[in-house]
């Protein structure tokens, strides 16, 4: 495929509302005025829990289902009026949904008999669609004779052998064990790369959007909630949802007390925390937020001044590389930290202080979180 | 000699009731109609024990010796039945194929309803529900008089005692044999196939034809099936409703048996019957065997 100059606005969304009624009577907003642009070489990610509205947007943009209000554009032209055969992208299934009447030859072949295209070029496409994926050879196979991983390859295979503009993804990896996930993941991403096309992947799970995505999108209840690259939405979330949505983090509410220079000081419930000034002034609320890989363990007398959190360590977690600590602040408040794992000895009961970067915690305004991170 | 694990004794016993059963009213029944089909005749009924092989030449047409000339009689009420029995299996998959759709696109309670509504008919008997049809078909019936009041008609139309009836008769008590293995098959369908299908460029056309129909199709086999054969030996619906002027293959075995008093030839046109059956079906069975995942 040749790589022609990526266009930045390949997919709009302009003012996507779609609501559902349940059978109780009540109203879901699955999209409740989503804006988008996506770039036509991108991977791009939408995230959220179940029930965000993820999954039908991906269905709109497939044909599936309709937009109340709304529009969106593909290269320039409205694709709402086109049904879902006429549409150039595909999709890749979260259960794969292979026929099972057909042997992976013929359902990897569906798109290009469908579309008449002629055997010989047609049997050629598809030993190179195959190739692509890493399976070659299993055409006359039936998919029930394939391993998990295999038709999940398979479903890949015969979504890009119509050479879509776009390829949706729909949570394609959650049938996976988690050691086949990760190569997937990293699999997924240079096949998108070797197409050069825009991948749309859904999913619920927060590490495999980090690993895989040029850009995320966190979506909640029908909204954006950020839209960014990786680093971004784990380093500096926009709201409260998306820090508790992805990774764990240490979120605490605060007031400020002081704030002068670099830097400014927060009560946390009567613990005080230094943080960076963002043009705080003292009395504002702020939520702050510090992922547990950034506190250290030091010993109590090397703590450098104010930079250093008491705590109670209530329980010790030891995941490999790493101990998850579970402590409890001087105020009551939980408190996670990660550190690097040792012989040290940790004891619960044990009084610590944990050590922060000043510039490490991530502020927002507004005690509930809500507001636009700075 | 082999011995048995304590699982295939277990599985030997569980397995007997059935296998007696079916020995002793199905293979035992099947096994005398068999034999009595190539004897001769009694004069008042019965059977005289000298092998008898006229019995299966007068089905096929040529005279007995004794009563007919050469007629083909026999073979033309066969097929005639099987013209009957094939239309009914059309009708029925006709009806049931869409309404099976529609039903398994329903909300659950709707769609439990509706196959308790199809299977209904079956808590009554079949010999009140066929009166209930001749009260509609005949001269003074329901439709005659709801299709004059109407105005389509002036005179009442000729619907009892004739192939029309029979062919009503007969879908309607067919219809649930149908509709259960299609409504099955529609069920078991994944709607993420249909998806995938035109999410891949195929029309609704293109997916039912290589996608909707292939997935369905073993439903639709086994419910023609299921039809086709009490269909073609049924004698109930045609002696009520098709009068004399519809004889099927199922009324002659009656008549043989019960007028005519001739067991062998009644048993010989059964075995006839059977093994024409047996064909039909065979073709199917053949070609289950060649694609497994098809059964």
Redesign the interface.
């Known amino acids: 495929m040749s790589a022609q100059q990526p266009s930045p606005d390949f997919l709009k969304i302009k003012k996507a509302y779609r609501h559902f009624v349940t ?1 109780e009577g009540g109203t879901v907003r699955a999209l409740d005025g989503i804006d988008l642009s996506v770039a036509s070489n991108e991977f791009i990610t939408l995230l959220g829990p179940s029930g965000c509205g993820k999954t039908t947007l991906l269905n709109i943009i ?3 289902e309709r937009l109340d209000r709304g529009e969106i554009l593909l290269a320039g032209a409205s694709l709402l009026e086109s ?4 549409r150039p ?3 890749v ?1 979260q ?1 794969y ?5 057909l042997n992976i030859g013929d359902n990897v072949g ?2 290009l ?3 008449g295209v002629a055997k010989k070029e047609r049997n050629q496409r598809v030993a190179e669609a195959l190739e692509m994926v890493g399976l070659s050879g299993v055409e006359k196979r ?1 998919p ?1 004779q394939l391993s998990g991983g295999q038709q999940q390859r398979v479903a890949l295979a ?2 890009i052998i ?1 050479r879509p503009k776009m390829l949706l993804l729909d949570e394609p990896l959650s049938a996976l064990d988690r050691n086949l996930r990760g190569k997937m993941q990293i699999e997924l991403k240079n096949l998108q790369a070797e197409l050069g096309i825009c991948f749309l992947f859904v999913t619920h799970d927060q590490e495999e959007a980090l690993t895989m995505s040029d850009r995320i999108v966190v979506l909640n209840q029908g909204k954006v909630e950020q839209l960014g690259t990786p680093d971004e939405v784990y380093h500096r979330p926009a709201s409260r949802f998306v820090t508790e949505f992805i990774g764990e983090s240490n979120i605490f509410s605060g007031t400020v007390v002081e704030s002068g220079g670099q830097l400014a000081r927060v009560n946390v419930g009567g613990t005080e925390v230094v943080c960076s000034n963002h043009s705080l002034r003292a009395g504002d609320e702020v939520s702050l937020l510090l992922r547990p890989e950034h506190f250290q363990l030091k010993p109590a007398d090397q703590v450098n001044g104010t930079n250093g959190i008491s705590a109670v360590l209530e329980q010790s977690v030891f995941i490999g590389r790493d101990h998850q600590l579970h402590c409890r602040m001087a105020n009551g408040q939980p408190l996670s930290a990660l550190i690097r794992s040792s012989l040290s000895g940790l004891k619960p009961g044990q009084a610590l202080t944990l050590e922060y970067d000043p510039t490490a915690w991530h502020v927002i305004p507004g005690a509930s979180g809500v507001g636009t991170a700075q | 000699m082999r011995s048995f694990t304590s699982q295939q004794k277990q599985l030997l016993l569980l397995l007997s009731p059935a296998t007696l059963f079916l020995g002793i009213f199905f293979l035992g029944p099947l096994l005398i109609m068999a034999v009595y089909s190539f004897l001769e005749p009694g004069l008042y009924g019965g059977v005289e024990w000298n092998f008898y092989h006229w019995n299966y030449g007068r089905v096929l047409g040529w005279a007995d010796g004794f009563y007919e000339e050469f007629d083909i009689v026999y073979l033309q009420i066969l097929l005639r039945s099987a013209g009957l029995a094939l239309v009914t299996v059309l009708v029925t998959l006709a009806f049931c194929y869409p309404v099976a759709f529609w039903i398994s696109r329903m ?1 659950s309670r709707w769609k439990s309803f509706c196959i308790f509504l199809i299977a209904l008919p079956f808590f009554s008997s079949m010999i009140i529900r066929l009166y209930a049809w001749i009260l509609i078909l005949r001269d003074s019936g329901f439709a005659n008089q709801i299709l004059m009041s109407l105005g389509i008609i002036s005179e009442p139309l000729d619907l009892m005692y004739s192939g029309t009836a029979v062919i009503i008769g007969m879908v309607y008590i067919f219809i649930p044999f149908m509709f259960l293995p299609v409504y099955s098959s529609v069920e078991n369908l ?1 709607p ?2 249909i ?10 056309f ?1 997916t039912f034809r ?2 909707i129909f ?2 369905t199709l073993p439903g639709v086999v086994s419910g023609c099936i299921l039809v086709f054969i009490p269909a073609l030996g049924n004698f109930v619906v045609p002696a009520m409703l098709g009068g004399a002027k519809v004889v099927m293959i199922g009324n002659l075995v009656e008549q043989q048996f019960l007028a005519a008093r001739n067991w062998p030839f009644g048993a010989t046109l059964s075995m006839v019957m059977i093994v024409f059956m047996l064909l039909v079906v065979s073709v199917y069975l053949i070609r289950a065997m060649k694609n497994p ?2 059964s």
């Open positions: 059978p497939a044909g599936f049904p879902p055969h006429r992208v595909n999709t299934f259960s949904a292979l026929f099972p009447h569906y798109g008999d469908v579309a039936k029930s015969r979504a119509n | 909300q994944d993420k196939l998806k995938a299908s035109q999410d891949l460029g195929a029309t609704p293109t290589r996608v292939p997935m995942q098809h």
